[in-house]
């Protein structure tokens, strides 16, 4: 069972339907226990930073921990893979999980903000959750911060300059575009997400 973490800033209904699309036994849940129970865990994001504080609040940050040192795979989606990092500008008194080293902070005033609609990404390594798309596939993007370019980092994006597009680092994956809303490549990147291993 997949555990489709609810935070209240979630994109939850095309997220589910997309995994339903795909075969996957999802559960939407804010409840720790679930998370922790869960085969794998998606962590969707829309809306403000701050939101994220919620996840901390609810014990839902202890479980997820607990998970992801357990060698669950986890996929955090645009906020949700900002939340992976230390922390962002949009809301500077809300720490972020810390997984990966960095801010995430706001696109400049020279480009239009937000950053909607579709932009490429590009490989920038070997990749699981990647795999199977075609040279800079076009992917579905609507955000006002960017996490930077990391040592994670597996795909990138450029919009005022180069951004993380998608990090991973074992069993933890991120991407800042909306796969459930990215068409067939969206669909493979969650394919490949649901063919991960427990590690």
Request: charged content about 15%.
């Amino acid at each position: 069972m997949i555990a489709v973490i609810d935070y209240k800033a979630g994109n939850l209904t095309s997220v589910m339907k997309a995994l339903t699309a795909l075969g996957a036994a999802a559960q939407i849940t804010e409840d720790p226990a679930v998370v922790r129970a869960a085969e794998r865990v998606v962590l969707p994001g829309v809306g403000h930073f701050a939101a994220t504080a919620r996840l901390r609040e609810t014990g839902i940050e202890d479980a997820a921990r607990e998970s992801i040192a357990a060698g669950v795979p986890f996929l955090g989606i645009c906020v949700g893979l900002q939340w992976l990092f230390e922390g962002s500008t949009e809301a500077s008194g809300v720490a972020g999980l810390g997984a990966m080293r960095g801010c995430c902070a706001r696109f400049p005033d020279s480009h239009k903000v937000p950053h909607v609609g579709w932009n490429t990404i590009a490989a920038a390594g070997a990749s699981r959750l990647l795999a199977g798309l075609p040279p800079q596939p076009f992917v579905y993007y609507t955000h006002s911060y960017r996490a930077p370019l990391v040592e994670e980092t597996v795909g990138v994006t450029n919009y005022a300059g180069p951004f993380s597009g998608a990090v991973e680092r074992g069993n933890l994956f991120g991407v800042q575009f909306h796969p459930e809303k990215s068409g067939d490549a969206g669909l493979q990147v969650l394919r490949n997400f649901l063919a991960v291993p427990r590690c």
